[in-house]
């Protein structure tokens, strides 16, 4: 993965076919998806259960570029390496996951993964300039993590563009997950964010045997911005 901070579209596939995973990952990549972004729940950290290493792992031959994966688990430390193992380029922890993110953000270094720092919508941004030595990726939650499909939280904004100004020169992307639209994108785009999370903005309408739908809904939200 080289640095660049070009706009870059990474729909979720917590909002894809689960029957058809690899179908859907090689889809949106030919529709033009710059990454693909698995959201890993937890049932505890958040109220959701989703995917595990395994299903990483299934997936990965079928993504030719990044495979982008958000972990909203507690403890972290103890997956990181699977995750790794199954073939993550990127793994973003949450700085409210565990009290020693510092040291989740250096092991999952370690792995040869990038490290992605994720906060909550209630989460102020004090804290990250300590950490932005560590950190290839900063996630802006737009929404409270647990689920696809909830409304945009206007007050992010804000703190995206605070974030871009602490982050300065240093090559860090920042991140928005949760309420991607074309209405919401350029918002976020304006303030200083570069990647996109987009769940059903993307998915919606289309299908594996569909697949344009999801060309025509990553199109409208690089026009948005």
Known sequence: ????????????????????????????????ADWVHVDVMDGHFVPNLTFGPATCKAIRPH????MDVHLMIAPVETYIQAYADAG????????EAGPHIHRTLQAIRATGAKAGLALNPGTGIEAVEYLLDLTDL????????????????HSQVEKVRKLRAMIGDRPIHIEIDGGVT????????????????AGSAVFKGGSVDRPEVYGQNIRAIRASV
């Open 1 to 32: 993965m080289t640095f660049d901070r070009s706009l870059k579209i990474a729909p979720s596939i917590l909002s894809a076919d689960f029957a058809n995973f690899g179908a859907e990952c090689r889809a949106i990549e030919a529709q033009g």
């Open 63 to 66: 993504i030719k570029g990044v």
């Open 88 to 95: 993550a380029d990127v793994i973003t922890a949450h700085l």
């Open 138 to 153: 900063i996630c802006v939650m737009t929404v409270n993590p647990g689920f696809g499909g909830q409304s945009f939280i």
């Open 182 to 197: 074309p209405e919401t994108a350029p918002l976020v785009v304006a303030a200083g964010a570069d990647v996109l999370v």
